[in-house]
């Protein structure tokens, strides 16, 4: 288990952005690909998308490519979530975590989680 803190949510308009962190110290987190993961009001959580243990590979959710963008940090133990050109539907609680398989949109297949950070884009 990787105890995980995301940060950087807020209220956006529409077309703005946000840049969302993931902090995990003390951990081995360069050993960890790192997803994003979302909940909208009345869905199921849902991939964002994820980052390979060296920073060297992500993959991303339809919905977000192009405009969002995961980089990490592994001196800083720090994930991130860059968020362009934001849209309604794109407010959600935001879900950094953690998993020993890079590559995989299944959030089984994640191990550790963090408590989630809140995005609101205003119309």
């Known amino acids: 288990q990787v105890q995980l803190t995301e940060s950087g949510g807020g209220l956006v308009q529409a077309g703005g952005s946000l840049k969302l962190s993931c902090a995990a110290p003390g951990h081995s987190f360069n050993s960890y690909a790192m997803g994003w993961f979302r909940q909208g009001p009345g869905k199921e959580r849902e991939f964002v998308g994820v980052i390979s243990w060296s920073g060297d590979s992500t993959s991303y959710a339809d919905s977000v490519l192009g405009r969002f963008t995961i980089s990490r940090d592994n001196a800083k133990s720090t994930v991130y979530l860059q968020m362009n050109s934001l849209k309604p539907e794109d407010t959600a609680l935001y879900y950094c975590?953690?998993?020993?398989?890079?590559?995989?949109?299944?959030?089984?297949?994640?191990?550790?989680w963090g408590q989630g950070t809140q995005v609101t884009v205003s119309s």
């Open positions: 975590a953690a998993s020993g398989i890079m590559g995989s949109s299944s959030q089984n297949q994640y191990h550790s």
